[in-house]
C-alpha cells in the first residue's frame, strides 16, 4: 500500500478542494481541519484499502475515509473488474445489493447502483436494510455476478464498510480481492466514475428493486435447517422463552420471521433496541461479544424468566448468546463456548438419525478453540482449519460442493460467525440464532441447561479456555507500532514462556500448512497452550488469541492469566 509523505497528503487535500466534482458540504468538512496537519494527513496519506472484510473506515471526506467517492471509485473498479472476466454464462452482469441500518448505509448502496448502471451492470436492491447472510444466498439464488454489502458489521457507529461477494456468494479471496483492488487503482480520477441517474437506470432495467419472495425464500431456506421443529412446537415447551436483540441492526425481522416458523411461542423482543439507528444510542458498541451490549436484554430476560437471550450486530452475521445456568443467572457464552455446543448438538442430532455422512468436515479457523474439533473428530467427522475470515471457509465449502469429496456440516470462527447448511457463503447470525436456540430448548426437555451441556463436554474433552486481548492503535503511528510489535516477536521469538518451552513458531507470513500467506505469528507451548498474534484487517488493531487447556476450571484459569500476563507485558512494551 503506498503511503504519502506530508507534503503529498497535503496537496491530495488541495486537490480535492479544488476539484469541481466534489461536493460543497464535503469541501465544508474539509475547510473545518484546514490547518491541521495530522487530521490532513491521517485522511489523505492513503487510499483506503481493502482487508479482511473489503473496505471499511471511517465515515468522512478524503481518501483515507469512507464516503460517496471512495465508493464511487470502488464500485467503478469493481465495474472494471467484473466486465473484463465477462459474466455468469451468456446473461447479462449482475450483482446484488444489500445494507445494513448505519448512517450513510442506504445512500451509500443507491450510489454504488447507479455506478454500476452506469457501466451497463444491473444491480439488483433491497428495498430497505438486509442481513450479510441473506445477500450471500441471493447472490446464489439469483445467480448473480457479485455482491455488495454496505456494512462495518459491529464496529463503532463512525465506521461503514464496503463488503464484495463473488458469483459463489462469498467475500473475495485475496487472488480475486487484489484484481480488484488493481482495477481500482487504476482509476485515476473521479471524472472516470461512470454513473447513471436513477430514473433512467430504472427505465432500461440496469437498477431493479427485489420483492417480498426474495425474504420469503431466505427464510424458509434457513428454517429448513432445524433438526427438531416438531419439538419445539410441542407442548412440552410451551413454557420456553426467549429474549432477542437486534441491536438496532438487520437481524430483526429474518431471526424472528425464522423463530416462528421452526415453533418458538415466547419470542421477546428488546424494545428499546428493536428499531434501526445509525448511532446505536442504547450500546457503547452493538458487538455481541461484548457483555454489555446485553444489559437490556438481560433485564428483560430476569421479567420473562427466559431460558436465553440471543443478539445479532447491525449486519446479523454474528450472534451472540447468553443463557440461564441452574442458579437463574445469565451467564455469556463465547464465540468457542457457542461452537462447541453447536457443533456437539447438530453432529448428534444427524447421528440420532443416521443422516451423520462419513465424509462430513467441520471447517474452523486457526485461531478458533480446538474444542469443537476434538467433539468433531469424537463423531468422526473430519476437522479443516483455515485463515481468519468466513470467505476461506466458504471457499472451503464451494471446493467440496463440486468435488463432492466432503460433506459440509458446520464452519465457524471464536469472533461469533457460524453457519451450517450450504445455501450461504459467510456466516449466518440468523441461522445461528435459530440453532442455539432449538439447542437450549433440546437440552431443556432432557433437564439441562446449555452450561449443564457445556461442563459435560469439558469433563469429557478437558477444561478448554480461550481470550482475546486487543490493543487499538490509529493512524500512521499505529499501522507503524502495529508493525514494530509484529517483527519483534517474528525476529525474536521467545523459547519460554512463564517456564514453559515454546514447542513451535509457525509463521504465515510466507503461507503454512497449504494456507495462503499472512501476517500472523502462532506460538505452540509444550504444555498445549498457544497464542496467536495478528493485525486486525478490519479496524486498528492488533489482536492477541490465548488458549489453554488444563484438568479443571481452575487450573485453566489460572494457567490463562499467567500467559496473558507474560505476553501482554511484552506486547505493551514495545513502542
Not at 100 to 110: C, I, K, M, Q, V
Not at 233 to 258: C, I, Q, W, Y
Not at 414 to 436: C, H, N, P, Q, W
Request: overall charge negative.
Amino acid at each position: 500500500m503506498t503511503q504519502l509523505t506530508l507534503e503529498q497528503a497535503m496537496a491530495r487535500f488541495e486537490e480535492w478542494m479544488n476539484d469541481p466534482l466534489i461536493d460543497d458540504a464535503t469541501k465544508e468538512e474539509l475547510r473545518g481541519i484546514a490547518g491541521q496537519e495530522k487530521e490532513i494527513v491521517d485522511r489523505f496519506y492513503r487510499e483506503l484499502a481493502f482487508g479482511t472484510g473489503g473496505l471499511r473506515g471511517v465515515m468522512g471526506a478524503g481518501t483515507n475515509r469512507l464516503n460517496a467517492y471512495t465508493v464511487g471509485k470502488a464500485t467503478q473498479g469493481l465495474a472494471d473488474w467484473l466486465l473484463a472476466r465477462g459474466g455468469v454464462g451468456s446473461k447479462p452482469l449482475s450483482v446484488v445489493i444489500a445494507h445494513d441500518s448505519r448512517n450513510l448505509s442506504p445512500e451509500f448502496a443507491l450510489d454504488t447502483a447507479l455506478v454500476l448502471a452506469g457501466n451497463g451492470i444491473r444491480a439488483c436492491l433491497f428495498h430497505s436494510l438486509r442481513p450479510t447472510p441473506q445477500l450471500s444466498y441471493a447472490v446464489r439464488a439469483l445467480q448473480a455476478d457479485g455482491g455488495i454489502v454496505i456494512t462495518a458489521s459491529h464496529n463503532p457507529p463512525e465506521y461503514n464498510g464496503y463488503k464484495v461477494y463473488g458469483s459463489d456468494g462469498c467475500q473475495l479471496v485475496p487472488e480475486d480481492a487484489n484484481g480488484v483492488i488493481a482495477a481500482i487503482g487504476a482509476v485515476a480520477g473521479l471524472d472516470q466514475v461512470k454513473r447513471m441517474n436513477r430514473e433512467s437506470a430504472e427505465q432500461q432495467g440496469l437498477h431493479i428493486w427485489l420483492d417480498e419472495s426474495a425474504d420469503r425464500d431466505y427464510v424458509e431456506t434457513v428454517a429448513a435447517q432445524s433438526l427438531n421443529s416438531d419439538l419445539i412446537g410441542s407442548d412440552a415447551l410451551k413454557d420456553f422463552h426467549v429474549v432477542f436483540t437486534p441491536l438496532h441492526g438487520s437481524g430483526n425481522m429474518p431471526v424472528r420471521e425464522v423463530l416462528k416458523a421452526v415453533g418458538f411461542h415466547h419470542v421477546h423482543i428488546v424494545e428499546e433496541q428493536e428499531q434501526p439507528d445509525g448511532y446505536f444510542s442504547t450500546v457503547k458498541s452493538p458487538n455481541p461479544e461484548e457483555r454489555e451490549a446485553f444489559a437490556m436484554a438481560i433485564d428483560l430476560a430476569k421479567e420473562v424468566n427466559a431460558d436465553i437471550i440471543i443478539g445479532t450486530d447491525p449486519d446479523a452475521d454474528r450472534m451472540g448468546a447468553v443463557a440461564r445456568n441452574r442458579d437463574g443467572e445469565y451467564i455469556p457464552l463465547s464465540g468457542n463456548q457457542s461452537g462447541a455446543i453447536i457443533v456437539h448438538y447438530l453432529l448428534s442430532q444427524l447421528q440420532e438419525r443416521g443422516a451423520l455422512p462419513d465424509n462430513g468436515v467441520v471447517i474452523k479457523t486457526i485461531v478458533t478453540s480446538e474444542m469443537g474439533g476434538d467433539i468433531a473428530r469424537a463423531y468422526g467427522a473430519d476437522v479443516e482449519n483455515t485463515l481468519t475470515g468466513f470467505k476461506y471457509i466458504g471457499e472451503k465449502m464451494t471446493r467440496y460442493e463440486k468435488t463432492g469429496e466432503k460433506s459440509f456440516l458446520f464452519g465457524y470462527e471464536e469472533s461469533y460467525g457460524y453457519l451450517t447448511g450450504t445455501y450461504a457463503r459467510d456466516k449466518d447470525a440468523v441461522v445461528a440464532a435459530m440453532l442455539i436456540c432449538e439447542a437450549a430448548a433440546y437440552y431443556s426437555s432432557k433437564g439441562k441447561t446449555l452450561h449443564d451441556v457445556l461442563h459435560e463436554l469439558y469433563e469429557r474433552f478437558g477444561f478448554y479456555m480461550e481470550a482475546l486481548e486487543s490493543r487499538t492503535l490509529k493512524g500512521i503511528d499505529g499501522i507503524a507500532q502495529i508493525g514494530s510489535i509484529m517483527e519483534d516477536w517474528r525476529t525474536g521469538a521467545p523459547t519460554e514462556i512463564n517456564g514453559v518451552k515454546v514447542k513451535e513458531m509457525q509463521d504465515y507470513a510466507g503461507g503454512l500448512n497449504g494456507l495462503r500467506p499472512e501476517n500472523v505469528l502462532k506460538f505452540m507451548l509444550e504444555d498445549g497452550s498457544w497464542f496467536c498474534l495478528r493485525p486486525s484487517g478490519t479496524e486498528p488493531k492488533i489482536k492477541v488469541y490465548f488458549a489453554v487447556k488444563r484438568e479443571s476450571a481452575e487450573a485453566s484459569a489460572e494457567a490463562m492469566q499467567q500467559l496473558k500476563a507474560a505476553v501482554m507485558s511484552r506486547v505493551d512494551g514495545i513502542s
